[in-house]
């Protein structure tokens, strides 16, 4: 699975503090049907080269450079190529089985099984980092049964790194002037953005002793919730977006995506 996707049409309510968004339900159709439409030969290209993109300094800050790292809902396991490019030892895992297929085609040899996410059938302890990028959001029910999973393959002390979608604080402003009333009827779950203080909440709930913190993609919620932005010219759009990296406060606090570091206990 991909911590950048967004679906192509909000359909948005808050529901019990978080916000729900409604489009078609992410089951392995949903996903296989993504990594077989988005994903070529020129698109492995720079994980080969080890490129991390928007993860570079979080990972080189957080993973170990020792030991063995899983990446649980890996898709077209893009990390798991760029991270073995750079000398970790990453295995990917996800439900999706074709992506895995393409993957190992396309870049592989690679460290790559297929299975549930919430019992993957491997040892207690078996990994010491543990990376999940936008997956347990997409369970109706909630995350706690991926994360119960996490804790028991996780070695003491080891580190989990996982994101979800952000209900940050440009969001809540909206929610509380009204906004993300849509009519979601014909629609399927999607998934859930939480606030940092809930998914904390739940991280260490599971077990694990939050460390850090971090918020990105913010051009994403720039676009999302600043819709104005999409109707200037297309050289101001770019300008403007480009020029946000640089605000700290934007940069910062309102990714579309949250990513807590942890340890388990």
């Not at 898709?75 to 074709?98: E, H």
């Not at 009333?181 to 002793?209: N, P, W």
């Not at 759009?237 to 949250?258: A, C, D, Q, T």
């Amino acid at each position: 699975m991909n911590a950048q996707k967004i679906i192509s049409k909000d359909n948005r309510q808050v529901e019990n503090g978080r916000l729900v968004y409604y489009n078609k339900k992410a089951d392995t159709g949903f996903w296989e049907g993504v990594w077989s439409r988005d994903v070529g030969q020129e698109y492995y290209k720079p994980f080969l080269s080890g490129n991390l993109y928007t993860f570079e300094r979080i990972f080189s800050r957080h993973l170990p450079r020792q030991g063995k790292i899983l990446e649980a809902g890996c898709g077209s396991a893009q990390l798991v190529v760029a991270l073995n490019a750079r000398g970790y030892d990453c295995t990917g895992a996800d439900f999706a089985t074709q992506a895995l297929g393409k993957a190992q085609t396309m870049a592989g040899p690679l460290k790559l099984f297929s299975g549930d996410l919430t019992a993957l059938g491997v040892l207690d302890e078996a990994f010491d980092a543990i990376i999940s990028i936008g997956v347990v959001e997409h369970r109706r029910e909630g995350p706690e049964p991926f994360l119960k999973e996490k804790y028991r393959i996780l070695k003491k002390g080891g580190t989990l790194l996982i994101s979800v979608p952000y209900f940050n604080a440009l969001r809540q402003w909206r929610a509380r002037r009204g906004a993300y009333q849509d009519d979601v009827s014909g629609y399927d779950f999607y998934q859930y953005a939480f606030t940092s203080r809930e998914f904390a909440g739940l991280i260490e709930k599971a077990g694990f002793h939050v460390e850090r913190m971090y918020s990105y993609a913010h051009q994403n919620t720039l676009t999302q919730e600043l819709t104005w932005i999409n109707g200037m010219p297309g050289f101001l759009k770019k300008f403007v977006l480009r020029i946000s990296k640089y605000v700290p406060y934007v940069n910062s606090n309102l990714g579309h995506m949250l990513m807590i570091v942890a340890r388990k206990r």
